[in-house]
């Protein structure tokens, strides 16, 4: 079994920053591109930022200049660094994988975690 866990949410006001975090656990034997997603009551969810294994990154236009994706391969971990936070990124953030486990012959799957919320408001 593989799990994901976010940590690092919680209230900020506007202009502030949070750092969230993702760290993998279970029989892994890789993991690939992983990626912040985040999702408001109002809205699908959306692509927030990915890093692939090498690091190269990539960002929503909302987010670009404010928001850095890394990671930490020897800790199977995830982050997610938040600055000039707005109003409008309130939401709940998810962080996705894509793992090889031990079990699989080949080809990998899509992993999320149970969510984190981000609240940004005076």
């Known amino acids: 079994q593989v799990q994901l866990v976010e940590s690092g949410g919680g209230l900020v006001q506007p202009g502030g920053s949070l750092r969230l975090s993702c760290a993998a656990s279970g029989r892994i034997l890789n993991i690939y591109d992983m990626a912040w997603y985040r999702q408001t009551p109002e809205n699908q969810r959306e692509m927030v930022a990915t890093i692939t294994r090498g690091s190269s990154t990539n960002y929503a236009d909302s987010v670009k200049g404010r928001f850095h994706i890394s990671r930490d391969n020897a800790k199977n971990t995830v982050y997610l660094q938040m600055n000039s936070l707005k109003p409008e990124d309130t939401a709940v953030y998810y962080c996705?994988?894509?793992?090889?486990?031990?079990?699989?012959?080949?080809?990998?799957?899509?992993?999320w975690g149970p969510g984190a919320q981000v609240t940004v408001s005076p």
């Open positions: 996705k994988a894509g793992i090889r486990t031990y079990s699989m012959g080949s080809g990998a799957s899509d992993y």
